[in-house]
C-alpha cells in the first residue's frame, strides 16, 4: 500500500522548460509535505516544503502547489537548468515529524541542454 | 556536505559475511535513522534512535542489526543477508524525532550482496 503515490518515474525537460512532477496522498493527517532532491552518489536533500494551511509556496525556481481537496501537490520547476537534473521524492509526514516522513517512489530528472 | 558521514561508501559482502555500517553526524543532532534504498521504490524507514534509544523498528529483518552507542554515531551490523537486501543503505539525522523537524542525509553506503 503506498500512501503517497508520485508520477512521471522519469521526466526529460529542454533547458529552460518547465518541469513538473505530481504527487498524490491518501492520508488526511499529513500535515508537511516536504520536496527532496537527490543527486547521483548523495544522499537526499531538502528543498523545499509546504503546509496545508497554504496552496502554494515558491521559493526562487522552485513552487509547490497544494490542492488540499483532491490530496495532491506538485513541484514546479521554472526555467529547468542542466545542474537542475537529479532525483526528486515528495514526501508526506503527520506531525511534520522526522521519523513519520512517507516519501514517494521518486522522478528521475534529466534538463537537456 | 550535510554534516552526516557514513562508511564504507561502496560494500560488497558474500551471503555469509558480517559486516557493519558506519554513520557519524556533527550536526548535535539528538535522533539518528537508518533507511534503504532500493531502486525505483520509495525510501524505507528502517530503525529510528532518539538519544541513544530505539524508538522505532519498521519490521526489519533480524539479520539488519542497529547500534547507537552515543548520540553522534550510529551503526547497521549485517550477517547472513540475502542478495535482495543489495541496495543503498542511507543515514540521517535531526534535531529530534518529533515535530518540525528536517532530516539531513549522509551519502549512502551502496551494498551489494553476492
Known amino acids: 500500500q503506498q500512501q503517497v503515490k508520485q508520477s512521471p518515474q522519469s521526466l526529460i525537460v529542454q533547458k529552460g522548460g518547465i518541469s513538473i512532477i505530481n504527487c498524490a496522498y491518501e492520508n488526511t493527517a499529513f500535515d508537511y509535505f516536504p520536496w527532496y532532491q537527490q543527486f547521483p552518489g548523495k544522499g537526499p536533500a531538502l528543498l523545499i516544503a509546504i503546509r496545508p494551511d497554504v496552496s502554494e509556496k515558491k521559493e526562487g525556481r522552485f513552487t509547490i502547489s497544494f490542492n488540499k481537496s483532491a490530496k495532491q501537490f506538485s513541484l514546479h520547476i521554472m526555467d529547468s537548468q542542466p545542474g537542475d537534473s537529479a532525483t526528486y521524492f515528495c514526501a508526506a509526514s503527520r506531525d511534520s515529524s522526522a521519523s513519520k516522513i512517507i516519501f514517494g517512489s521518486g522522478t528521475r530528472l534529466s534538463i537537456r541542454p | 556536505e550535510t554534516g552526516v558521514t557514513q562508511t564504507p561508501r561502496h560494500l560488497v559482502m558474500g551471503m555469509t559475511n558480517k559486516k557493519s555500517l558506519k554513520c557519524e553526524q556533527h550536526?548535535?543532532?539528538?535522533?539518528m535513522y537508518w533507511y534503504k534504498q532500493s531502486a525505483k521504490k520509495p525510501l524505507e524507514l528502517m530503525f529510528v534512535y532518539s538519544l541513544e534509544e530505539r524508538v522505532e523498528n519498521n519490521s526489519v529483518p533480524s539479520r539488519f542489526s542497529p547500534e547507537c552507542p552515543n548520540s553522534s554515531h550510529l551503526f547497521l551490523h549485517l550477517h547472513t543477508l540475502q542478495p535482495e537486501d543489495s541496495a543503498l543503505y542511507l543515514c540521517?539525522?535531526?534535531?529530534?524525532?518529533?515535530?518540525?523537524?528536517?532530516?539531513?542525509f549522509g551519502q549512502g553506503t551502496r551494498l551489494t550482496v553476492v
Open positions: 540521517a539525522s535531526s534535531q529530534s524525532h518529533g515535530d518540525g523537524t528536517e532530516a539531513f
Open positions: 550536526l548535535g543532532h539528538n535522533a
